[in-house]
Nanobody, 115 residues
């Protein structure tokens, strides 16, 4: 059974930084893509960033230049470094691993940015 767990969320003032971490346990095939999503109440989950197994990263326009995604496929790790946080970044952040078309999700970690 595969489990994905995020950590690193919390409360931070605008302009501050947080680093989210994610680890997957269990057995599954090679990770094709690691991603971070976020969701606020009443809105659909939105993609924040993803990185492929070859290292290519893509970011939502709203976080470009502020967030950096990274990780280690072999160790089933994913990170999201978030700098220059703004109140609009407040959301529950979810880690996602994709392995040959199958998605694995964590329960989410709350990030709150105060103004």
């Amino acid at each position: 059974q595969v489990q994905v767990v995020e950590s690193g969320g919390g409360l931070v003032q605008a302009g501050g930084s947080l680093r989210l971490s994610c680890v997957a346990s269990g057995t599954f095939f090679s990770i094709n893509r690691r991603a971070w999503y976020r969701q606020t109440p009443g809105k659909p989950r939105e993609l924040v960033a993803f990185i492929t197994s070859s290292g290519s990263a893509v970011y939502a326009d709203s976080v470009k230049g502020r967030f950096t995604i990274s990780g280690d496929n072999a160790k089933k790790l994913a990170y999201l470094q978030m700098n220059s946080l703004i109140p609009e970044d407040t959301a529950v952040y979810y880690c996602n691993f994709n392995s040959y078309g199958r998605d694995y999700w964590g329960p989410g970690t709350q990030v709150t940015v105060s103004s």
